[in-house]
C-alpha cells in the first residue's frame, strides 16, 4: 500500500525536521553572581547553563579542577562549597551567588603545601594530577566535619572519586595520617 493510500502524508507533505542543532536561540541569558572563591570575592555574569567546573575553569582560570565525565560519577570535578564536598558538574555555577568555594588552588598558603597535601606526598599518593584534586578535596571537606574518620569512613568518602589506573592504598594512608595527626581543627 502506497502512503498516499494508507492516508499518510507522503515525504514531502511532512513538516521540516526541527533539528536543534541549528535552531538559533539567541544569545544565552546570563545571570549575575557574587561568589567568594578561595577568600577572594568575585562579581561575575555566569550563563544560565554554565556548571561550576566550566566556571571555575574558563573565567576564573582554576584548572586544577578537571572534568571528566560531567554526569556526577567520577569525581575530578570536585570543589567545597560552603564546607561541603560538590561535585562541580551537577551544580550550575548561578548556585554559587552568596556562596563560599574552596578549590584545590585554595590549599597551600604562601607557596606552603597544607597539612594534607604533605601527607600526600609523604605517603606518593600524589598520582596523575587528573585525579589528585579530587581525592584532596574530597578530604578536606571530610576534615571538615571535624573527628578523626576510621579507615572504612575514608574509603566511604573516597569512593566518589574514581582512579582508573592505580590503586587507592597510598591515598587512603595519607589520609589517615594526616587525620591521626592533625592538631587543628577545621580551617576553612
Ligand atoms: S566530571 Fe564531575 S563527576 Fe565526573
Ligand atoms: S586517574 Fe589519576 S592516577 Fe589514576
Known amino acids: 500500500m502506497t502512503a498516499a493510500a494508507s492516508g499518510a502524508p ?27 572563591i578561595n577568600d577572594a570575592e568575585h562579581t561575575e ?35 567545597i562549597v560552603d564546607g561541603e564536598a560538590v561535585k562541580g558538574c551537577l551544580m550550575l555555577a548561578c548556585q554559587l551567588d552568596g556562596r563560599s568555594v574552596r578549590t584545590v588552588e585554595g590549599l597551600a598558603h604562601d607557596d606552603q603545601l597544607d597539612d594534607l597535601q604533605n601527607a600526600f606526598s609523604t605517603h606518593h599518593a600524589l598520582q596523575c594530577g587528573f585525579c ?22 575514608i574509603t566511604e568518602e573516597i569512593s566518589g572519586v574514581l582512579c582508573r589506573c592505580t590503586g587507592y592504598a597510598p591515598i587512603v594512608a595519607a589520609i589517615e595520617d594526616y587525620f591521626a595527626n592533625r592538631k587543628d581543627g577545621p580551617s576553612e
Do not use: K, W
Request: proline share 6%; net charge negative.
Open 10 to 36: 507522503s515525504v514531502d507533505d511532512r513538516p521540516e525536521r526541527n533539528d536543534s542543532s541549528e535552531r538559533d536561540d539567541g544569545p544565552e541569558q546570563t545571570v549575575r553572581i557574587c561568589t567568594v
Open 45 to 79: 555574569d555566569v550563563p544560565v547553563r554554565m556548571h561550576v567546573a566550566d566556571f571555575l575553569r574558563q573565567r576564573l582560570g582554576l584548572t586544577g579542577t578537571h572534568v571528566g565525565c560531567e554526569q556526577g560519577v567520577c569525581g575530578m570535578c570536585t570543589v
Open 132 to 153: 589528585t584534586p579530587g581525592f584532596l578535596m574530597t578530604a578536606t571537606a571530610l576534615s571538615y566535619q571535624g573527628g578523626c574518620p576510621d579507615r572504612h569512613a
